[in-house]
């Protein structure tokens, strides 16, 4: 049972263009969402996160959106740029005295120059 | 060291051995997890070690796979006779918690042990 689903296994953008990133869950518990970038041989770092009481979190060229009635976040990425080419992971979690994430299969974004 | 430090970086072992993969979290984090991520798949969760709590290990995919987190620092994950599908990278983190309200900080991944059972 796959509580977090990033459907689209790929995307490419143009660089300078928008990346939207998305992603959606099943489990209404969960009340916290962070998004993380991945490059080949490393692991994956943060990258930006939002908290359920805020449907919107800003950080530079990163915006994450969260629509909780639809179990649907999304990433923004405005503009991109060739460095910003990796595969995206969201991530979930929701507190029962301690926490842990469940991840997303990832997305991975080619930004063309 | 400044960030989570993962050994060995890549390890090759015979289907039927035994492997210890081996994890240093950031000094002060208390929350350690470990994940893996087989070809092409998403990260899938194994165990999370909290504090001195019993850590939940209900990701673990079989009894093969168990680990240890000693003096609530260094863990050790241990997969006894390895299988080929076993083979993926395997991904240490760790966290700090915020006490009291579980919210955690962002985790802080290694960069992985390659694990190919041949």
């Known amino acids: 049972d796959q509580q977090v689903k990033q459907n689209s296994p790929s995307l490419s953008v143009q660089e300078g263009r928008i990346s939207i990133l998305n992603c959606d869950y099943t489990?209404?518990?969960?009340?916290?969402f962070l998004w993380y970038k991945k490059y080949p041989a490393e692991g994956p770092t943060f990258l930006i996160s939002i908290s359920s009481i805020k449907d919107k979190n800003e950080d530079g060229r990163f915006t994450v959106f969260l629509n909780k009635s639809a179990k649907h976040l999304s990433l923004h990425i405005v503009p991109s740029q060739p460095g910003d080419s990796a595969v995206y992971f969201c991530a979930a979690s929701y507190y029962t005295g301690r926490r842990a994430l469940t991840f997303g299969s990832g997305t991975r974004l080619q930004v063309q120059p | 060291g400044a960030g989570v430090s993962q050994s060995p970086s890549n390890k090759v072992t015979e289907k039927g051995k035994d492997v210890e993969l081996r994890c240093d979290p950031i000094s002060g984090h208390t929350a350690l997890y470990w994940y893996r991520q087989s070809l092409g798949q998403g990260l899938e969760f194994l165990i999370y070690?909290?504090?001195?709590?019993?850590?939940?290990k209900s990701g673990l995919p079989s009894d093969r796979f168990s680990a240890e987190r000693t003096g609530g620092s260094v863990s050790t994950l241990t997969i006894q006779r390895t299988q080929q599908e076993d083979s993926a990278v395997y991904l240490c983190?760790?966290?700090?918690?915020?006490?009291?309200?579980?919210?955690?900080?962002?985790?802080?991944f290694g960069n992985g042990t390659r694990l190919t059972v041949t």
């Open positions: 983190a760790s966290s700090l918690v915020v006490a009291g309200t579980g919210i955690n900080s962002p985790l802080h």
């Open positions: 070690f909290q504090g001195n709590s019993a850590p939940d």
């Open positions: 489990n209404s518990m969960f009340d916290y």
